[in-house]
């Protein structure tokens, strides 16, 4: 069976979100009642949908004790793809593309230049085919029925001539699968070796991705500072780290501040938001407020209240002061 957490990132253009595949809770209450929400069925129209209201709550109104789920079979076959681009709007015309023709890869992922040369800088070890274009695209086709992952396939690659990609590798045994997958999970910790940054989470419609990434590149020639921007490219959800490097301490808290507020702002402006997947916790609370109406904000802290009156729960999280 494959769990929620396989499609939580890298699989959920084609299988959503691990939310979706929760039908059902068992919560403890700030109070110390313990509540059940959802079931052991497909359909559920009763009532407010607390499951999910309490699956993106972070923990601030109660403790999940107990999660239904509903599972699914591992595909019998996979293919995996990378594929070299000599920009990165030519990576966003061929996902837009991809999904129109009503092909739906579990995998979509953006690995630009800067963010390949991060991990081979810190893992000289690794082998990657595509040191010095500006993107890869790294796309896997699976099938349930190992019956139409070659129709998929052809379909796949006309698609990808037709958008101006490179010729792609095609990853023939597990060890070359493996080698293409490590230098994409090896993204973050290389960037934490590299010193201290600050990470933003945003999503923006797929189109915009591009616009995002030199959106991000700007504010680093503009401050004299490293990004590094990766993720996925399937659903418009980008990692981007604005590294410290040589910034002098005193100035780096202001700094750091400063680009996520004009990086936050830009996602805003392109239709998207402060968070994909990652959260708000404590680190992203303070810009909650672009993102959300000041009417927006007072229903949550009024949910946190109704909840947690006492504020037991995760105190400081989410809703900003």
């Not at 999660?67 to 061929?94: G, M, Y």
Request: charged share 25%.
């Amino acid at each position: 069976m494959i769990f929620p957490d396989r499609l939580v990132g890298n699989r959920k253009v084609k299988y959503g979100v691990t939310r979706e595949y929760v039908i059902g809770l068992e919560v403890v209450l700030p109070s110390g009642d313990i509540i059940e929400t959802g079931g052991r069925y497909v359909k559920n129209s009763t009532g407010y949908n607390l499951t999910q209201l309490m699956i993106g709550s972070e923990g601030t109104l109660g403790i999940i004790t107990r999660i239904v789920l509903k599972l699914l079979p591992l595909p019998r076959e996979r293919i995996t793809l990378l594929v070299p681009f000599s920009e990165i709007e030519k990576v966003t015309q061929t996902v837009v593309s991809i999904l129109s023709e009503r092909i739906v890869p579990p995998t979509l992922e953006l690995l630009p230049r800067q963010a390949v040369s991060c991990v081979l800088s810190c893992h000289p070890e690794l082998h990657f085919p595509f040191r010095n274009v500006e993107a890869c695209l790294l796309i896997e086709l699976d099938s349930r029925d190992g019956n139409s992952i070659q129709s998929e396939l052809n379909a796949l690659e006309k698609v990808l001539r037709q958008n101006g990609a490179g010729d792609p590798i095609v990853a023939t045994s597990d060890s070359q699968r493996e080698e293409i997958w490590t230098v994409r999970k090896l993204v973050r910790d290389s960037v934490v070796k590299t010193g201290p940054h600050v990470e933003a989470d945003s999503v923006v419609p797929r189109k915009n991705v591009p616009f995002l990434v030199h959106a991000a590149e700007r504010l680093s020639k503009q401050h004299n500072i490293q990004v590094i921007c990766y993720g996925h490219a399937g659903d418009g959800n980008l990692h981007t780290y604005f590294l410290k490097g040589e910034t002098k301490d005193s100035k780096w808290e202001t700094l750091s501040e400063k680009l996520l507020r004009e990086f936050f702002q830009k996602t805003l402006d392109l239709g998207g938001t402060i968070s994909g997947e990652h959260g708000i916790g404590i680190l992203k609370k303070n810009y909650m407020s672009m993102a959300f109406s000041q009417a927006q904000i007072s229903l949550m802290r009024r949910l946190k209240q109704a909840f947690d009156p006492d504020h037991l729960l995760n105190p400081g999280k989410v809703i900003p002061s």
